[in-house]
């Protein structure tokens, strides 16, 4: 039973089928990109930790060893010493401080970071899984048309049979029949490698999709993208670079406590006077020093005034983003309504190719017209039955990016 079930396991797997969000969810969790994000993301938050740690005191500790020759009676041939220092900055002009707030703006900075890039790859996966609901519609139309010649290229062949059709109206049914099927191949393979896409990018296989839509906008509200956010987040961290380097031109006061133990052999001797009473085995020592930056010339208040520029640039950068956003927002709802006419011109043109189609070919048949006329409206219906399903997809995608400019995640609004 096992064996058996071992054996079904994977079909059945591969057999699910997967719906929109799913392909979404599971490509947020697997997708190598946006593991390699969540990584950084990681990354900046250790940077934060560490800066934190940067108000705490250090301590190190060493030893050494040193032989020396010839000896005196102060410097013994061989000393061994171990030693502990505990330091503490007690003021640093506000660099530690600059600097934990640029860590946090870097950490900010990485996370909408993160957050675009998964919506990025959203709406790939929309275009993807559309475009394949698309090529199905195409091949199936496809498939249709060449049932429809195979069975009046066999009708034909018995009409020649019996004297009532010529050769060149199968050679001309014959040909439409093998140009289709040239059609067919192509539409397949542009399939198959947009399911290899869709699968790299989600994780899934997609080979078998459940129909989704998106739920139909109704004035949702404009938020600012995550880039954007992104940026004004990095202008900040910038802007904290330039503190820390003005923090260079105030007192930087630090306080440290060193302790030292000493072990001497080989030592010299000049009658009563012996170098171990010179020399001291243990010392402490209390140190605070100050420091200040008086003169460079302008160094630091260049960088500083560089730094500031960079922001300025950013800041600049920022307001072109979003009067973009929010042209792209105004174009995606011109485009819903322009996506909406053409539903509708489709769905009548549809309507339109499958009426002919059924009059001439009951004419055909019956020998009323000939086979130009009759592949003519039969070409007609096929591509009307792709351009409608086309458009129905291409409706779902501009939803998605309605949403997207609108600042908002369309993997919400799938229903």
């Known amino acids: 039973m096992r064996i058996v079930v071992g054996l079904f396991l994977p079909l059945f797997v591969f057999a699910q089928n997967y719906g929109l969000k799913t392909l979404i969810e599971h490509a947020n969790k697997e997708n190598g990109l946006i593991q390699a994000k969540d990584i950084r993301v990681t990354a900046k938050q250790e940077e934060v930790e560490a800066a934190k740690s940067a108000y705490w005191p250090t301590v190190d500790i060493g030893a050494n060893h040193s032989y020396i020759s010839p000896n005196n009676i102060v410097n013994p ?37 993160k957050r675009a890039f998964e919506k990025s790859i959203t709406l790939e996966i929309v275009r993807h899984y559309y475009g394949l609901q698309k090529l199905k519609a195409t091949l199936q139309a496809l498939e249709e048309r060449s049932v429809e010649l195979k069975a009046q290229i066999k009708r034909i062949k018995k009409f020649k049979s019996a004297g009532l059709s010529t050769q060149e109206e199968v050679d001309k049914l014959q040909a439409e029949f093998d140009s289709n099927n040239y059609t067919m191949a192509n539409t397949h393979l542009e399939l198959v490698s947009s399911e290899k896409n869709l699968q790299l990018l989600s994780g899934l296989s997609a080979a078998q999709l459940k129909r989704d839509s998106f739920k139909e906008p109704e004035n949702e509200r404009f938020e600012t993208f995550e880039t ?38 080989d030592t010299v001797s000049l009658g009563e006077l012996s170098g171990d009473g010179l020399l001291l085995d243990h010392q402490n020592t209390l140190m605070i020093s100050v420091n200040m930056r008086l003169f460079d010339n302008g160094k630091m208040a260049k960088e500083s005034e560089a730094v500031k520029y960079q922001k300025l640039a950013l800041l600049s950068e920022i307001d072109h983003a979003k009067q973009e956003q ?38 055909f048949e019956v020998g009323l017209i000939d086979n130009i006329a009759f592949l003519d409206a039969l070409t007609q219906k096929t591509v009307a039955q792709s351009r409608y399903k086309e458009t129905l997809y291409d409706y779902e995608i501009g939803k998605s990016i309605y949403y997207y400019y609108a600042g908002k995640d369309p993997k919400e609004f799938i229903r």
């Open 77 to 113: 041939g061989q000393t061994s010493s171990a030693f502990a220092t505990v330091n503490l900055e007690i003021y640093d002009g506000g660099r530690k401080s600059a600097l934990l707030d640029a860590k946090r703006y870097e950490h900010e900075a990485a996370l909408f970071e």
């Open 228 to 265: 954007i956010k992104m940026l004004e987040a990095n202008a900040n961290a910038i802007g904290e670079q330039s503190n820390i380097i003005d923090a260079g031109y105030r007192p930087q006061v630090s306080i440290s406590d060193t302790y030292n133990k000493s072990h001497f052999d």
């Open 326 to 363: 929010q042209m792209n927002f105004d174009l995606s709802q011109k485009s819903l309504e322009t996506i909406r006419t053409r539903l509708k011109s489709a769905k009548s043109a549809l309507r339109a190719a499958k009426s002919t189609y059924a009059v001439l070919k009951n004419k």
